[in-house]
């Protein structure tokens, strides 16, 4: 695989008019939080601060702040200081441009113009193309990483960074994030709740996408995170790659497949992906999705903006019958409030 030279500097990364540019991008959604109106009463002279500590390499990573969110399963978010979420927006702004463009364009996640609804309908499309419109049969390989985000090698993805980036500057300072963070063991693991650790990886899963398109030449294959798709009209050659993956995420990338979260079924079976169970000509939310919009509407008690969240996730499939249920259920909680 031809790796392309990242022709940014250190500078770009660093400098003033880049920092400014991503405290920008950082506001977004964030002014309303204590940290960030902080951070802003001594704006510019933090601003300086971090460009100073970058400029002599003195810079140092702080700790994390850990809590548990369920989105729907639970999951263990580590949170940064202000100033290192600042810089993760500042170095995500210079290398993202230049990686996304050697991704492969069924990689779905935390991409621009990307994204779930993106990778479901391509879903459909490669289920239509792979069928010939339906007039043969086609089987769905699923797979699943294993505790993905705490598995990342740090040394194996700093190796894969250095192929690309040639200034040992810039390398200094990724290898900064990186190190600020362990998970099972030291050098293992990127924290879920980084804009970086997105970018990184994507990265380190690139290695992946170009293995299963040209090694193992998978015309039909979407990833998303860490979950992936491949469609085939011939099972046993979908049985056939399972070895062969399995091989190459262990001796590669140390990664491991989900033992529980290797399936192959047909299409028209229904193939859960996503939060959809994708069929023929239609496709359904899951039913655990279904209980969970229910339960987070009741807890909500029919607040607009949940419901009007929850119709627009349901206005991407045929979930006639769930959207007037909801809309039941927000209009019972509207009479209660106005008695």
């Not at 929850?310 to 209009?331: C, F, T």
Request: with cysteine; charged share 25%; hydrophobic share 40%.
């Amino acid at each position: 695989m031809s790796r392309f030279q990242f022709k940014h500097s250190y500078n770009n990364i660093i400098c003033l008019e880049n920092l400014l540019n991503a405290w920008k991008e950082f506001l977004n959604g964030k002014r309303n939080r204590k940290d960030t109106q902080e951070f802003q009463l001594r704006l510019m002279s933090n601003i300086l601060s971090l460009h100073e500590s970058l400029a002599t390499k003195t810079y140092k990573h702080s700790a994390y702040k850990a809590f548990n969110i369920s989105d729907p399963k639970p999951r263990r978010i580590h949170k940064a200081e202000v100033k290192d979420r600042l810089l993760h927006h500042a170095i995500y702004r210079i290398l993202y441009p230049s990686f996304n463009r050697v991704f492969i364009s069924d990689s779905f996640s935390c991409r621009l113009k990307k994204g779930t609804h993106k990778a479901i309908d391509r879903f459909r499309t490669f289920a239509r193309k792979s069928s010939r419109n339906h007039t043969k049969t086609v089987w769905v390989l699923k797979c699943d990483i294993r505790k993905f985000f705490a598995s990342i090698d740090q040394k194996i993805l700093k190796e894969i960074i250095a192929s690309y980036v040639p200034d040992q500057d810039i390398l200094w300072l990724v290898s900064q994030v990186i190190d600020s963070f362990f998970s099972t063991a030291p050098n293992v693991g990127l924290p879920l709740g980084n804009l970086t650790s997105q970018l990184l990886v994507n990265i380190y899963m690139n290695e992946f996408d170009q293995f299963v398109k040209h090694r193992i030449k998978a015309k039909y294959y979407i990833r998303y995170a860490d979950d992936f798709v491949i469609f085939s009209r011939d099972k046993d050659w979908l049985s056939g790659l399972i070895p062969a993956i399995r091989t190459f995420l262990a001796d590669i990338l140390h990664l491991q497949l989900h033992p529980q979260k290797i399936s192959i079924k047909t299409i028209a079976s229904g193939v859960d992906y996503l939060g959809w169970v994708t069929f023929l000509d239609h496709r359904v939310v899951r039913t655990v999705t279904k209980k969970r919009i229910m339960r987070e509407i009741r807890r909500k008690q029919g607040k607009r903006e949940t419901v009007q969240s929850y119709l627009g996730l349901l206005s991407h499939g045929n979930s006639w019958g769930l959207k007037r249920i909801v809309n039941d259920l927000a209009e019972e909680y509207k009479k209660e409030q106005e008695k």
